[in-house]
């Protein structure tokens, strides 16, 4: 299954989708980033693949590059950013009870999608 989302700041293909899981490949943009937010209903395992990635968890700074990967837990406040000149990918592995798109609570957002 390939069902790729464009955004502002970059796009994802779906690689997965069941209901016990959903599974992306995300690209981000040089100098993008995603809104700061949390889920009600999933969880988060990032790999990164390409790239380094700048993630803000609850309000803490971690750094990956590939290889490596962080934990995002169930109502975590969480984002990440590319700070770099090349594009970033990561793998997203959720977990959860539900998976759909407005399980977002944004709590700030470059493109004024509050």
Request: charged share 30%.
């Amino acid at each position: 299954m390939k069902d790729e989302s464009q955004r502002p700041w970059g796009h994802y293909d779906i690689l997965l989708d069941t209901e016990y899981c959903k599974v992306k490949r995300i690209f981000v943009k040089p100098a993008r980033r995603l809104s700061y937010q949390s889920h009600r209903y999933r969880q988060e395992h990032w790999t990164i693949v390409s790239g380094k990635a700048t993630i803000t968890l609850d309000g803490e700074l971690h750094y990956r590059k590939a290889g490596e990967s962080i934990f995002i837990p169930l109502a975590s406040k969480h984002r990440v950013s590319n700070e770099g000149d090349d594009e970033l990918i990561f793998i997203e592995v959720q977990t959860g009870s539900y998976f759909g798109e407005d399980d977002i609570t944004r709590f700030e957002d470059d493109f004024n999608r509050l």
